[in-house]
Structures are given as structure tokens and as C-alpha cells.
């Protein structure tokens, strides 16, 4: 099932965590790395992660450490403070398995902002 299940080493995210592939960095601290998305939907999109094995939001919640899970969320909240997105406001969104369209397997927090970023979710569909 899409967003649960064994964690896989190969994903794109894991591979920016070990420094296999490149990433536009934006924020590291011990418990989150956050980058660029590399195909930006916002003036400002930022993806952030949890440096653990987490294949989802589900999977973070469920087995994530209290120290873990405050240290990323708190990162969340300071990744945007930093892009100076606190004035004009920003969104946060994170995909989690199939309905969502979930593309990669490692937990992530979509940071948008830059304009008026219009409705949730589109209508159609
Ligand atoms: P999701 O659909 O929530 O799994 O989003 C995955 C996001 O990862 C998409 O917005 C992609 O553009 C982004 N992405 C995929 N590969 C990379 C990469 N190598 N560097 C930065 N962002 C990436």
C-alpha cells in the first residue's frame, strides 16, 4: 500500500540525505533538511524532511520520536519564518499514499508561498 510498508532506501529523498544526489539546501539541523523542490509550483516551494526513515506522514506519526516529531515540525515553522513568509503567509501540504498522489516515499512537507496561493484544493475531479 502506497505510503506504508518497508521503507526504501532508493528514494530520491534518501539519496539527497546521503548526499548521493544534489539539492538547492535551504535549512539543516539534526532532526530536518530542507530544499528546493525541484519543480516549483510557488514562487517559493520548499520541500521539507525528517533525516529518519519515514516513508509517510502516517509512518511519522506512528513510529516518530516526541523529540523527533517536535524537532521537525519546529523546523517546519522555522523554515518558513527564514523565507520570510510569516508576513504575507504561506501553506503547508503533505501527500500521503495513493489519493494524494504521493510521489516519493520519504515524508515531506511542501512549504508554498510568494502569492496568493487561491483555493485548497482544486474543484474538479
Ligand atoms: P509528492 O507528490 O508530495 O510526493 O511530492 C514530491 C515532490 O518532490 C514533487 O513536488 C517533486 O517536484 C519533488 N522532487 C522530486 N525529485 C526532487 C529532487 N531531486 N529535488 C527536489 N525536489 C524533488
Known sequence: MKGLGEYDEGNVFARILRGEIPCRRVFEDEWALAFDD?????PTHVLVIPKGRYISIADFAARGGQAEI???WRAVG????????????YRILANMGEDSGQEVPHFH???????PLGRMLPTAG
Request: charged fraction near 20%; glycine fraction near 18%; aromatic fraction near 8%.
Open 109 to 115: 512537507v511542501h512549504i508554498f508561498g510568494g502569492r
Open 78 to 89: 522555522e523554515v518558513a519564518r527564514r523565507l520570510g513568509l510569516e508576513a504575507p503567509g
Open 38 to 42: 525541484i519543480n516549483p509550483q510557488a
Open 70 to 72: 517536535a524537532g521537525f
